[in-house]
């Protein structure tokens, strides 16, 4: 190999390593505020099993398959100097009628703002099967109310979500929610299907 084609190839290689350290190293991190933690800590763990009973005595069964918090990646090209802190909690459903259907997951998503303001609140994003909302963007419709859980016992701070506050996949599947309600602590607490009949968070193992 020529020496030219050696210092062309070293060089490119340099300039390589220079421009990946610009962009993917050195980010800020911009970490959850109290609020945002007080979203998430409470929150059942990885590998929890949750209860869910029905108006009709059936019962539907949730296992936490992920509960992941982090930082995104350092893309100073596509996201700026900024490194958001983030969250992700997801619960599938175990039932058997729901097999198939493309959506069977409960799934909530936080994350930090890349904003200079520390004090701004997390972005944050629910999917309930078919029903997806992001709390930013409705957070003048979003009904926060005090519900009773018969079940255990307890009256409890929670947001509902209905297809007024969220956005409808339009594909069709063989279980739809009408509405569900949140709460800070025990994550999913209440939820009404299609066949009007509404569940209750009953006990996690």
């Known amino acids: 190999m020529r020496k030219g084609t050696v210092y062309i190839s070293l060089s490119l290689l340099l300039v390589t390593k220079l421009l990946h350290s610009c962009m993917f190293s050195g980010c800020e991190k911009v970490p959850f505020n109290k609020e945002d933690l007080s979203w998430i800590v409470n929150l059942p763990n990885e590998g929890d099993t949750i209860l869910y009973k029905g108006s009709d005595e059936t019962i539907d069964t ?6 992941y918090r982090g930082y995104a990646d350092c893309n100073r090209f596509e996201m700026g100097k900024y490194q958001p ?3 992700i909690f997801c619960m ?6 729901t097999y198939g259907s493309w959506y069977r997951y409960v799934n909530f998503e936080m994350t930090r703002a890349l904003k200079e303001n520390i004090s701004d609140v997390a972005s944050k994003i629910f999917r309930f099967y078919d ?3 992001d709390i930013d963007e409705v957070v003048n419709k979003i009904k926060q109310e005090k519900l009773k ?11 509902f979500v209905d297809h007024y506050t969220a956005d409808v996949d339009g594909a069709s599947f063989r279980e739809r ?6 709460n800070k602590e025990l ?6 299907d299609a066949d009007s009949v509404e569940y209750q968070y009953w006990k996690k193992y």
């Open 177 to 182: 929610i009408l509405n569900f309600s949140w």
């Open 149 to 159: 859980l018969k079940y255990i016992s307890k009256t409890v701070e929670t947001i």
């Open 92 to 97: 599938d459903n175990l039932n058997r009628k």
């Open 62 to 67: 949730f296992f936490v398959s992920t509960k």
């Open 131 to 133: 029903l997806t909302s």
């Open 85 to 87: 802190e983030e969250f």
């Open 187 to 192: 994550g999913l607490v209440r939820y009404l």
